[in-house]
């Protein structure tokens, strides 16, 4: 697994005081001082992995400049980010401070956690701490972790899914049906174009009964037959769909596929071919992008799937999937923290304000918002300004913007994309208006 230093360094500064962490924003000799401090609190028994200290050992091992194959300059970035993020949680507690334990997560979670770990509404870590604190007694507040360097920097996604996680089961079938049967059609589209004149595919035809030239995408068993070849990567022997290929010179063996006489094969690789057919031009969305928002705005459609989407990125059956035995046991808050800060090419910090959201105050601006209109709107500024294989769209309810929402493939084009999402602006205003604290 990859180990994020900001979550070891957090855990490492959440047992400074905050006169040190404070003093460190301004101070270049208190703030490297900090990174050994930090760094030998990790070290310490006071934070606690499961068993093995795989995710310790590995988080160790990144920070550690002796060890790590990480720059200077990324990690005291990271130290930034992270006195903000700490400072920030301070000021949202109303109770403890300085935690008495700090609980890295990872694959595994050590046994005093572990209650806190739950499966639910479709993923297996619903609960996205990356550090847990524990205060007294059994007091916990789980801590999901981002940064970024500036202010006005845009804020990490909070989730990163394929579209298929968000609509699993019977209720989505027909939905399901519905868009396999666009994006097949489409890539089958794109897959003759690139067998056509001119094409980087120019040269192949299937092999049988059918040349590519004379198929249909538009006709279904057309598409399917398109969409369901398989060819021979050089590079390791192995099949791979035909959507997916690089570029002709990849080709092991023709397999299924015939070459044809005829021109070289073109110079633009199938893999920028596909993505240029995935941009938006002429101020229009592209057609494969358009009938994803077309399908999910429908209206057997956009609640469901706006209700999943909220659910998952903001956490908001997280308190629910407790049971009361386990109220009885423990007490445990959760905060979406962004820490804000970077270094100079000297190591200087700046280190700005974290933003730090509450599940409760976040849960409270939801059932505000709870009967409005679920709306899946397209950001046609981003969208067609940066002339990439992507679309960005928001999802509102009613006139409240809640989520900003990235759609794009990750190099599997075989699969359903992906979905990156977070809060936006504005209803972080909203959150912030009626924080509660816990």
Known sequence: ?????????????????????????????????????????????????AAG???????????????SSKKPQDIYGDLAASISA????????????IPSKVYLTGNKWHPDVEPFKVKAFGMSDYNSSDVILKLNGNDYVGISLKKKPKAKSASPTLINNAFSAYIEGPKFKLTRDKLNDHRIKFFAGVIKEACGPGGPLERFAISGNKKISSMNPNNKADAKALWNMRVIRKKDGKPIPLINLKSESDLQDPNGLIKQSGNDPSQVSFRDFVNEK????????????????????????????????????????????????????????????????????????????ANVLDVHSIMIAMANLSKEETKMVLDKQKTLSKNAAKVFF?????????????????????????????????????IKEGDIGI
């Open 1 to 49: 697994m990859a180990f994020e230093p900001s979550e070891g360094l957090y855990a490492g500064l959440s047992f400074v005081p905050t006169a040190d962490l404070t003093e460190a924003k301004s101070s270049d000799d208190k703030f490297k001082q900090l990174y050994f401090v930090a760094l030998e609190n990790l070290k310490s028994d006071k934070v606690l992995d």
């Open 278 to 353: 995935l941009q938006s031009t002429g101020g229009k969305l592209n057609p494969l992008y358009q009938g994803f928002l077309d399908i999910m705005n429908q209206d057997d459609v956009k609640d469901s799937l706006g209700d999943i989407l909220l659910t998952r990125v903001l956490k908001l059956g997280l308190m629910e999937t407790f049971t009361l035995d386990f109220w009885d046991k423990y007490e445990f808050g959760f905060y979406l923290t962004e820490g804000v800060g970077t270094v100079d090419k000297n190591l200087s910090p700046n280190v700005g304000n």
């Open 394 to 430: 928001t999802l509102s309810k009613g006139d409240t913007p809640v989520l900003d929402i990235e759609l794009r493939y990750k190099g599997d084009f075989s699969a359903f994309p992906q979905f990156f999402a977070g809060i936006t602006p504005e209803f972080k205003e909203m």
């Open 53 to 67: 200290n795989a995710t310790k050992n590995g988080m160790i091992k990144i920070i550690d400049l002796d060890t």
């Open 86 to 97: 700490v400072l920030g949680t301070r000021q949202k507690l109303r109770k403890d401070k």
